[in-house]
């Protein structure tokens, strides 16, 4: 855990990037609310930052990295590339996610996309993102507290990937970013998928049954 000048700074940064997030979101033109025209936006919705959730993993990579394909809000496959696993710890308990890289891209930012046990209750559902930078040293902060969501979770206008299976955490993650709407949140990637068919197909939305609390 970081000394406490350190816990300071690091919280200051974290609810400015928050703080200049929201600004995007209300006022650029391609955030997700403005880009769909949705009126009322009045910030995203967060967990309190806890530097519990602010870890050390290292990268194992996958030599060469492996075509892999996510599944997306439209029932489409969306092409990646595997660029390995990272490993951390949390109560003293090993994990591991999986870390992808879009086909095409030259950047070197890679995305962790993981669902855990706030997964449709508290958190989006289908499931949120982190992101990190490679390097050369493959070890990185795994930062949940910086954990958001893909922009399916505000609109359909977005095709989103979903994490696969293998990146389903059984523990809970309060932090990053909350679910943005009770109305918008169907409990799994396979729900997402079977809302956005309904619509497509003009059907009426099946009715969400009620979902009990999961403990970790």
């Avoid at 595997?82 to 490993?87: I, Q």
Wanted: charged content about 30%; proline content about 9%.
């Amino acid at each position: 855990m970081a000394s406490a000048p350190s816990s300071r700074r690091y919280l200051a940064e974290l609810q400015e990037e928050r703080r200049l997030k929201d600004r995007f979101m209300a006022e650029h033109p391609e955030s997700p609310f403005v880009d769909a025209h949705i009126a009322g936006f009045a910030g995203l919705r967060y967990f309190p930052p806890d530097p519990h959730y602010l870890l050390e993993a290292v990268l194992d990579r996958v030599e060469p990295p492996q075509y892999a394909y996510l599944r997306t809000n439209r029932d489409n496959q969306a092409e990646m590339r595997l660029v390995g696993h990272l490993r951390f710890s949390l109560g003293r308990k090993p994990y591991r996610l999986g870390v992808y890289h879009a086909i095409g891209s030259a950047s070197t930012s890679v995305f962790v996309p993981f669902r855990d046990r706030t997964s449709g209750i508290e958190t989006y559902g289908p499931g949120r993102y982190v992101t990190i930078d490679l390097h050369d040293a493959d070890r990185y902060e795994l930062d949940f507290n910086r954990a958001f969501n893909p922009y399916s979770a505000y609109t359909d206008t977005f095709e989103c990937s979903f994490p696969p299976a293998e990146n389903d955490l059984p523990i809970r993650i309060p932090a990053g970013e909350r679910v943005w709407s009770a109305e918008r949140n169907p409990s799994s990637p396979e729900g997402a998928v079977r809302e956005m068919v309904d619509k497509a197909l003009r059907r009426p939305a099946r009715a969400k049954t009620p979902r009990r609390r999961r403990r970790s």
